[in-house]
């Protein structure tokens, strides 16, 4: 007989800063994630899907029945998603299955898997994640549990460690980096593009370190002026950017634009009427990048991405090293927790075939026994029918606990023969 354990492969397939720089990674993002969520979803490798997207990570978390098959066919998506950068594309993409997939969320949602090693904003990003995915729909019970588990983890893994201990994030990096460019803040002046949550990042770490005004420009410019007032700050409107650009010394850009919003013609033309003679140093920490690549032939300007943190998130990582080791052995012994958590769901249908039999054999002798008690009210009712339903409970209770213990002891002969005994061999 063919087991009535369901096979429930869970699988991760990515493309992250460990493997890729920006432009491999712009070229597999996506612009509208519930789209890419539908897309995925219609194509029938997964049963569920949750799309993860950042600035320096693309990954798919994905349930099949078939997880070799699945990884395949999503990993080749992926790369031809690149077009011309399609095999380029294919050999940095990472993939995990099972425990390693598992253990590999639980990392993501530590801060261990980011570049700025603890940083906050990657939990807010995963949670962010699976909110956008149950409302495309494409979330079902096992990613559900996973990722309820992964952000539960998360917060024991900064609240019992000191992985997240000051200022971390690639904000915080873009700062530091801007720093050690200029020799300093003091009498320097600071453009942040865009207010949204790295832009936010960005401006806070700078007024941790600058006392000279920051100016923040973002398309929408109420939230500029309401991050500006914030920090004591200075709002900027997106068509008053090139006075602010040629007095400034570096320019954070952080946008979500989907295209270039600093071109090689508006920085020459920003640099030609420029009063302060120094570099203009442009940190972009956009994905897709929001900088045209070739600013940087403009004699004077210097220009850096996500790929040129990499040093100071090594240095980073370094620092941070014990704390790492604390967070791995608290996300070592949560994975067995919900490794046996993701056996007992392959019982899922089965206990609920079960139980759904027993509720509609409830429903349906009630429904004859108040037929004969012809006086009976309506309190009278409803307290025989509470304690059926306790009876109902407490007499399957037992025979559920020992189905999720065979599942999790892998003992699918015994779930077999229970499946037969209770008749649910066609559900």
């Known amino acids: 007989m063919r087991s009535s354990v369901e096979n429930i492969d869970i699988v991760n397939v990515r493309i992250t800063h460990k493997t890729a720089d920006v432009p491999l990674l712009e070229a597999v993002s996506f612009k509208e994630k519930r789209d890419a969520l539908n897309e995925i979803r219609s194509l029938g490798y997964a049963d569920e899907c949750v799309l993860l997207q950042t600035c320096n990570r693309l990954e798919l978390f994905l349930v099949n029945k078939d997880g070799e098959y699945t990884s395949k066919m999503m990993k080749q998506y992926l790369a031809n998603r690149a077009g011309p950068k399609a095999e380029e594309v294919s050999r940095v993409i990472e993939v995990s299955m099972n425990q390693d997939a598992l253990r590999h969320i639980l990392r993501v949602a530590s801060g261990l898997e980011s570049m700025v090693v603890g940083e906050d904003q990657v939990l807010n990003q995963l949670w962010d994640a699976f909110l956008e995915a149950d409302d495309a729909k494409t979330v079902g019970p096992v990613l559900r549990h996973v ?10 893994v900064r609240n019992e460690t000191a992985i997240s201990k000051g200022a971390i994030s690639i904000g915080s990096v873009a700062v530091e980096l801007a720093g050690t460019l200029m020799g300093g803040f003091e009498g320097k002046q600071v453009l942040v593009m865009g207010a949204g949550n790295i832009g936010t990042l960005v401006a806070k770490a700078l007024a941790r370190r600058s006392q000279s005004a920051i100016f923040i420009a973002s398309r929408t410019y109420e939230r500029a002026v309401k991050l500006a007032e914030q920090l004591s700050g200075k709002a900027v409107k997106f068509d008053k950017l090139g006075e602010a650009l040629q007095d400034a010394d570096v320019v954070i850009c952080s946008t979500s634009a989907p295209h270039y919003l600093l071109t090689k013609e508006i920085v020459r033309e920003v640099m030609n009427r420029r009063r302060n003679l120094g570099k203009l140093f442009v940190i972009d920490i956009s994905n897709p990048r929001n900088v045209e690549m070739s600013v940087q032939e403009i004699g004077n300007v210097e220009l850096y991405n996500l790929d040129d943190l990499q ?74 029918a509470d304690l059926t339903l306790v ?16 599942a999790v002891e892998n003992d699918k002969e015994l779930i077999d023969i229970a499946v037969k005994l209770f008749g649910m061999e066609e559900n």
Do not use: H, W, Y
């Open 391 to 406: 009876l109902l409970k407490q007499t399957f209770l037992p025979i559920i606990q020992n189905l999720r213990k065979a």
């Open 311 to 384: 040093t100071i998130a090594n240095k980073n990582k370094e620092e941070r090293q014990k704390s790492a080791e604390d967070a791995s052995k608290i996300l070592e012994a949560e994975l067995v927790l919900l490794e046996r958590d993701m056996k007992s769901q392959s019982v899922r249908d089965i206990i609920s075939a079960l139980l759904s039999n027993a509720e509609d054999v409830r429903q349906r002798e009630l429904a004859k026994a108040f037929g004969m008690l012809q006086n009976v009210g309506e309190k009278e009712k409803e307290i025989i």
């Open 147 to 156: 990722f309820n588990k992964a952000a539960s983890v998360g917060c024991r």
